[in-house]
């Protein structure tokens, strides 16, 4: 196979991985808040929704590791805590989603019947897909990804050519900062991080391939990702600007898409639509459950009894959070977004910068920095932001929910500086 060749599958396995279709409900109502201001919009979700989590790729490509190898210079128990709160989060929103996705695309529109019974046979499903490994899950993927993509490109493209006059005001005071924040919820930088590396040691590199050049086919097979989560994202984005007048304005996030389908492919196009989204939705569940019981089957001597205890739970607390309604899902998960997201952009970014300038000092003080600073962040999520205008007022940026941003590159400089005097 020649060089070429393996850069575009590896481009296009890299785009799977991201390209959950869970994601697809989240630019449209983005965009439709965005109105005149897309484009700005865009450039903050795709700095995390996009560029972070390719980022996350170069990461690995440096690493050739394991999640835990994202920590390790802090500490040994900074690593195992981080690991197990990625996949926490991992099993407890994204995986859950999927379902209350797919129920409310491909469920409610056409049967009358509950969420939680939904999510009970969805993850029903899930777990015994996940005790058998099937093959079937991958094949699925590998062709779903494409033909989605393709219809996707089609909605958009008659979205933009066939688009009403009018396109509102942007409701968004910052609109970059929304697109930021907003792009946390993809939850694609956590992708990065946990099975970046799956992806990585997936690709069958010849034996006299040399370290450099695997670095380089990596970084161009990222690059090609990131252009299709762009284009996707984007144009989706831009269609919800588009488009938003024509959307009811209570409507929910899968009604938005559900509709903009209808509007442009009909009522056959959606219903097809719909069938491969649920699709998708159900090999990326099977995917988060089977790669945290991999997880825990790692940790305790590769005890087939963990690896089923943990798919036992894992899919329990899929049923409870997967019968509730999408948007709900969305906004429970900010808080731990808010908390969590943070800490792995500064471990994406300190694993990506060259080592004389990612000593273990600075990893353990930007981390600690990074933390202390988005304490406020995330407790503006929980508690009455009156509380804390405070300390909000004192801290920069901190009223766009991004406090720990500054102070951490300051003392990614300071610590550096500090080190270079020395």
Known sequence: MNRTKKVWIAGFALFSLFFGAGNLILPLSL??????????????????AVAIPILAIFAHAKLQ??????GKKISPTFSTLYCFLIYGIAIAIPGPRTAAVTHEMTVQPFFETSRLLTSIIYFGLVFVFAMNRSRIIGLIGKFLTPIIVCILLIIIGIAVFNAPENTPISSFKNPFIDGVLEGYQTFDAIAGVVVGAVIIISLQYSSHTTFIA????????????????????????LSGSLFATT???????????TSLSIQTLGNLGTTFLSVLVALACFTTAVGIVTGTADYIKGICNN???????????????????????VDFIITIAVPALMFLYPITIMLILLNVV???????????????????????????FIIPREHLLGIKTII???????????PALLTFI?????????
């Not at 009894?305 to 309604?325: C, D, M, W």
């Not at 990612?358 to 930007?366: E, I, N």
């Open 354 to 380: 060259p080592e004389k300038y990612a000593s273990k000092l600075v990893f353990r003080g930007v981390v600690l920095v990074t933390f202390i600073f988005s304490i406020p962040d995330f407790l503006g």
């Open 247 to 257: 959307f009811a304005e209570d409507a929910s996030r899968t009604e938005i898409l």
């Open 414 to 422: 300071f610590l550096n500086f500090i080190k270079k005097i020395r």
């Open 214 to 237: 695997k670095k380089k086919l990596i970084r161009k097979a990222g690059f090609i990702a990131g252009i299709g989560l762009l284009l996707i994202y984007g144009g989706l984005i």
């Open 65 to 70: 590791g394991t999640l835990y190898d994202f």
């Open 303 to 325: 005890s087939q009894k963990a690896y089923i205890i943990t798919a036992v739970i894992a899919s329990l607390i899929g049923v409870i959070v997967g019968s509730y309604q």
């Open 396 to 406: 920069p940026l901190a009223n766009e929910s991004l406090g720990w941003v500054l």
């Open 31 to 48: 965009g439709i808040k965005a109105g005149l201001d897309w484009w700005t919009v865009i450039l903050g979700f795709v700095t995390t």
